[in-house]
């Protein structure tokens, strides 16, 4: 469901929770203004998938059918409450709350293998991303597929504070300024300890996802 009433997103305005979850893995909680169904569809079905996980790569559609469609468990028994397993075992909690739902992603444990688990923290950071994403497709609904491009630059947050005019990093915190030479504006959509969100207003609108601890800049653009 589109944002349609501002004080509707003004009442749901949260950043993303992170924290250790029962099996001490960290856990991914966020609200989205969509219905439970609405998001339940963007995990399910893989027209949707291709624009919020991962980045428009052409690999992305192998990646979205080992994920979600090999090897899962889906819990839909309760209306109010869904769940899905994915490949390799990290786990969506979907729960209704009256027009929104609350998303909840528990990682999975590590899995033992030494090269693979090099890179859990890497993967968690990725999941904030693409749930961020998520919620970006299903609040703004853009009509067109999205483009991503990649910018490997390290990116100083007091810099990019200061060259957006921001006056603070809370979620919906208008911004107008230069970034990377190019002329911006729109909100802050969300920040972490090692990402921050932006919408822009000028790609559609579209998002940029600034990631600290990769020294990177994934912009993803609908026009």
């Known amino acids: 469901m589109a944002i349609e009433k501002n004080e509707n997103l003004q009442r749901l305005r949260r950043f993303m929770q992170i924290s250790q979850s029962e099996k001490n893995t960290p856990q991914l909680t966020i609200t989205i203004n969509a219905v439970i169904d609405a998001v339940w569809h ?119 504070i200061s060259q957006l005019n921001l006056s603070d990093l809370t979620e919906g915190t208008k911004f107008k300024g230069q970034l990377e030479g190019e002329m911006l504006s729109g909100e802050v959509w969300f920040n972490t300890l090692n990402q921050l969100g932006l919408v822009v207003n000028d790609w559609g609108p579209g998002l940029s996802i600034i990631q600290f601890s990769e020294n990177c800049c994934i912009d993803t653009e609908f026009k």
């Not at 893989?46 to 790569?57: D, P, S, Y």
């Not at 059918?65 to 869904?82: A, G, L, P, S």
């Not at 859990?120 to 009509?143: A, D």
């Open 42 to 160: 963007a995990l399910r079905h893989k027209e949707k998938l291709m624009q919020w996980h991962g980045w428009a790569t052409p690999s992305l559609e192998d990646e979205i059918n080992t994920i979600y469609f090999t090897d899962v468990k889906e819990e839909t028994d309760d209306v109010q409450k869904y769940k899905l397993v994915v490949n390799g075992g990290d786990t969506f909690i979907l729960k209704s709350d009256q027009d929104a739902t609350n998303l909840t992603l528990v990682r999975a444990g590590l899995s033992g293998n030494i090269e693979w688990d090099a890179y859990y923290g890497n993967i968690t950071e990725g999941w904030v991303s693409f749930i961020e994403q998520l919620r970006f497709l299903l609040e703004h609904s853009p009509k067109i597929p999205r483009k991503t491009t990649f910018n490997k630059k390290k990116l100083v947050r007091e810099e990019i």
